[in-house]
């Protein structure tokens, strides 16, 4: 054999070879879909970005909540009956009971206003108008669970409203909450208005109140030590994740681990406001204390979404005006007028408007009729709502009440048909946004709701 020849094996040498190849050939493929599955799994990410539907018109949403309901007669609703007819008798019993305030026009769209709202008067043009909204209690807190979860039955906790948003479109930032309500009231449903019900616990809102206090968020141990302390954990909750009959909630456990780590660099300086300028501050209203609670909760708002943050809330209580009523509403009115403008002035400024879409309103309204000495009952047949910014009509107005205010006539729209709408904005079709729990498919609008496209810009 020549110096150049090449090196001829044995029969043995050629099958101990071919054995070992046989052996690395499938330890190859074993390690190629372990990383495969590894890969999948980090593509699958829970909170990661999910394609919509079809096109949205809008990216995300805040939902500016008026707890208790708002008296539309004495603020948005200028019916020329009620004022004239003051004192008499009303369709269903009762005395009617005209807005003791001045109502006015505004804008190309001549909307009215009260003159509670003067700052909010000057986007007439830019709002869309739902007044032909009813409900289906006027008990409170399962009309608020209603509003923010579908379902007016308090005992069968749903998924709110946003734990659906973001279950179907995941978060536009991984170092975020995708889902924050900022002073969710402790009444009036409370926890079940932002929590997940069902759906895993990665897709629950994220509570913090209106000085961006997070409980639980400041890190206790160094940044790397706390590292390797929570992928002990993680480890031990993998590992258990793999055996049998474990729930689906710890894979939220696990999730709500990382999110909280990653949150501790972002979070606190995202909400400390006190670095905005001192003409945006000016502009919201913000001042110390609780008179300047709902202004902070605005101006955090548009802090979260301009950071990507799917769906926020902000809340005002205190509107369930059955007596004092028009004190209580001078008060109101005044905490939330200038702030509310403010977040869509901001907004618009920011080119934000362009995808954000916002909700203002209450769980219900109020009756034209009085209640005691200074005060209305609740209304679940007809009242209104606005929208604002992206994918909607703006000046535009769809439904009505009838001439007191009562029962919406035209453009009827339930509860289920506002949020399938909402969603269907959001690029999300209601009738296939569904999770299957209990041996059926739930969605958020459960076995109704229509989109009313009438408002699509």
């Known amino acids: 054999m ?8 044995s029969r043995r040498q050629v099958l101990r070879s071919a054995g070992a190849g046989f052996g690395y050939l499938a330890l190859a493929g074993l390690l190629g879909e372990q990383t495969s599955s590894a890969a999948s799994k980090q593509i699958a990410h829970p909170l990661a970005p999910k394609e919509p539907h079809f096109t949205p018109r809008a990216k995300r949403l805040i939902f ?8 539309q007669h004495d603020t948005f609703e200028y019916k020329p009956q009620l004022q004239k007819n003051d004192g008499k008798a009303g369709p269903g019993g009762g005395s009617l009971t005209a807005s003791k305030f001045k109502f006015t026009q505004h804008g190309q769209t001549g909307s009215w206003f009260s003159e509670l709202l003067p700052n909010l008067a000057k986007h007439a043009d830019e709002l869309c108008w739902l007044r032909g909204l009813h409900t289906d209690t006027p008990a409170h807190p399962q009309a608020v669970v209603q509003l923010h979860t579908g379902s007016a039955n308090a005992a069968l906790t749903r998924p709110s409203m946003g734990a659906w948003l973001l279950y179907g479109l995941g978060s536009e930032n991984q170092d975020l909450p995708g889902y924050v309500t900022v002073n969710p009231p402790p009444n009036f449903g409370g926890a079940v208005n932002y929590g997940s019900a069902f759906l895993p616990a990665h897709f629950q809102g994220t509570r913090i109140d209106d000085n961006g206090y997070l409980p639980n968020l400041r890190a206790t141990a160094a940044n790397k030590l706390q590292r390797m302390q929570l992928d002990l954990i993680q480890g031990m909750n993998r590992n258990l994740a793999s055996a049998a009959d474990v729930p689906d909630s710890l894979d939220g456990v696990i999730e709500s681990f990382e999110l909280a780590f990653r949150m501790q660099g972002k979070v606190p300086e995202l909400l ?91 769980e219900f309204g109020r009756l ?46 339930h509860t289920n ?16 946004l569904t999770y299957k729990y209990a041996g059926r498919q739930f969605r958020l609008t459960d076995v109704a709701g229509s989109v009313v496209s009438d408002i699509f810009a």
């Open 2 to 9: 020549s110096e150049n020849s090449a090196f001829q094996p």
């Open 417 to 432: 048909d506002l949020h399938a709408t909402l969603l269907a904005l959001l690029g999300l079709d209601h009738e296939k």
């Open 64 to 71: 500016v909540h008026m707890n208790g309901a708002m008296s």
């Open 272 to 362: 400390d406001i006190s670095k905005e300028p001192q003409k945006v501050l000016d502009e919201y209203g913000v001042k110390p204390g609780p008179a300047g609670a709902f202004a902070r909760q605005c101006l955090i708002a548009r802090r979260l979404s301009e950071a990507g943050v799917r769906f926020v809330e902000v809340c005002q209580p205190g509107w369930d005006h059955h007596n004092n009523l028009h004190k209580g509403l001078i008060d109101r009115c005044g905490s939330v007028d200038q702030p509310t403008a403010a977040l869509l002035t901001d907004l618009k400024r920011r080119g934000l408007l362009d995808d954000t879409l916002v909700l203002f309103g209450s």
């Open 368 to 413: 034209p009729t009085s209640q005691g000495q200074d005060g209305r009952d609740h209304n679940i047949t007809g009242y209104p709502m606005f929208l604002a910014g992206a994918g909607v009509k703006a000046g535009y107005t769809y439904g009505s009440t009838d001439e007191y205010g009562i029962k919406a006539v035209e453009g009827r729209m």
